[in-house]
RNA sequence: GGGGAGGUUGCGGAGCGGUCAAACGCAGCAGACUGUAAAUCUGCCGCCCCAGUGGCUUCGGAGGUUCGAAUCCUCCCCUCCCCA
């Protein structure tokens, strides 16, 4: 049977706004509906993850999800919640962030269903060669200054010092553009997107009332907050991606564990398929005893199965609880060794280590957790640095082999979640 | 082409001849309290070391004036706004 989609988007909390018809336009025949991703880098990150969940969960309930990959408009920059102007991509750049991206959407959607297979297209297939002419007579046309100065990204940006170059200002365009020609294309008459993109999808459906007398349809998500106010998806090592190169499947499972208690819910609506029952369960849970934190616990598991998949999972969840544990110098060297298999780590020489042994300090700069010497010493000193899970209580502490883990490993952690892996090299 | 504003340590933003490694806010890091949460409080937040009323390199770039320059002068580069 086929799931109602509106009703599903809606008590996950992902619709914020949609477009006149829409929830009536789901409910009928399956539609064709697609997403925009930004090309800026070879992978999503979990910003993008919203979006994502959207697209499968579209999927699931029997319709056709496209995503596209703004190959073209990345060219261009969208200034739709941007203070200023982008920088701009190349063409081969583009193409090659667009590889990474499409490998990863291949996770959450399924490319092979004969029912509704999902696709991925690249707009820089037809925007590219778009003749200049051609477009202002057909599409240009049809956009007065007035309706594109009235949008509020432009407004924004006219309000400030530095303007709106013109290639910004055209974006609106494009993008209405790209949802005509998904239109002809593939029939699409829905397009989703954040809430910022409420502007660009409404011309995309104007744009197809009057050159096609359609009425195609937007859905707009809310923006994902963060109760504490600090932006979602982002840590002090800066984005949180899905490429387990650039975050390891261990951070990106720390990063769901952390979720403040008054988000937890949230985001398990977002980015889980749990079911309302489960879910409420957890709010249940979440109440009754908080510092269980089982909410948490099960969006971590959740999301990283998702995107990593269960091996990761369960080496997360190892790692994780041995994370604070002084028992860990007891371990064999080769568990602690594939529990934080994920973990950066560095190598020190036998010979670096024999005298006096090398000095904490140096270790933690060599480990890339403190930018110089100075900040070594202060991190020490302040009790934020420990070697083997064990506190280090002296600035000029010195480690010999004697004192690693069978003689081969050094567990290193600042505070109470950067951890780092010392080899000793024979 | 003409006129104006401006480039300061991640960001914002003070400073306008010594007391400036440079106020303040934000962000960040660590500690305490906790539940790997929030809030709060404390410390740190250019680099080096033998850690000190220590050394070194910074305020778009290059020169210069001066005992002394982020602060004054000259030239150059860059950004933004307005007019043409």
New binding site residues.
């Given amino acids: 049977m086929k799931l109602d989609l509106y009703a599903e988007l809606d008590w996950r909390g992902m619709v914020y706004a949609g477009t006149e018809g829409v929830r009536e336009a789901l409910a009928g025949a399956p539609v064709t509906a697609y997403i925009g991703f930004d090309p800026t880098a070879s992978s999503l990150h979990v910003g993008s993850l919203l979006p994502v969940m959207a697209l499968a969960r579209l999927q699931r309930c029997g319709h056709r999800p496209i995503a596209i990959v703004g190959g073209g408009t990345g060219l261009i920059g969208d200034p739709s919640g941007k203070a200023q102007e982008r920088t701009l991509l190349t063409l081969e750049q583009v193409e090659a962030n667009l590889q990474g991206i499409r490998a990863q959407l291949a996770r959450f959607l399924d490319f092979e269903s004969t029912a509704a297979p999902a696709r991925i297209v690249n707009n820089a297939d037809w925007l590219v060669g778009l003749d200049l002419m051609v477009f202002l007579r057909d599409i240009g046309k049809h956009f007065t200054v007035n309706y594109m100065l009235a949008k509020e990204s432009v407004k924004r940006r006219l309000q400030q010092?530095?303007?709106i170059s013109f290639t910004e200002f055209s974006y609106l365009m494009l993008q209405a553009y790209d949802f005509l020609t998904l239109f002809d294309r593939y029939g699409c008459t829905l397009q989703l997107g954040g809430s910022d993109q409420w502007g660009n999808i409404t011309a995309g459906c104007d744009l197809i009332r009057k050159l096609r007398g359609v009425r195609a349809h937007g859905l707009v998500m809310p923006l994902v907050t963060t109760?504490?106010?600090?932006k979602f998806g982002k840590?002090?090592a800066g984005a949180v991606w899905l490429d387990e190169q650039r975050t390891s499947p261990f951070r990106f499972y720390?990063f769901w564990?952390?979720?403040?208690?008054r988000d937890v819910i949230a985001y398990l609506k977002y980015f889980t398929f749990l079911g309302q029952d489960e879910i409420r369960g957890l709010e249940e849970a979440r109440a009754e005893a908080?510092?269980k934190?089982e909410a948490?616990r099960t969006l971590a598991r959740e999301v990283t199965r998702l995107v990593h998949g269960d091996a990761h999972v369960q080496r997360a969840e190892h790692a994780?609880?041995l994370?604070?544990g002084e028992r860990i110098a007891e371990l064999p060297a080769d568990e602690v060794l594939a529990v934080f298999e994920d973990v950066p780590s560095t190598e020190v020489s036998r010979a670096d280590l024999a005298g006096d042994g090398l000095g904490v300090a140096e270790l933690l700069?060599r480990a890339a957790l403190a930018?110089?010497?100075?900040?070594a010493?202060?991190?020490i000193k302040?009790?934020?640095v420990y070697v083997n899970n064990r506190r280090v209580a002296d600035e000029r502490a010195h480690l010999g082999v004697d004192q690693a883990i069978e003689g081969r490993l050094f567990l290193l952690r600042?505070?109470?979640?950067?951890l780092h892996l010392v080899r000793v090299a024979e």
Avoid: I, M, W, Y
């Fill in positions: 010092d530095e303007g109760a504490a106010g600090v840590t002090e720390q564990l952390n979720t403040d208690d908080p510092e934190r948490q994780s609880s994370l604070f700069v930018k110089s010497r100075g900040e010493t202060r991190l302040g009790g934020g600042k505070g109470a979640r950067h």
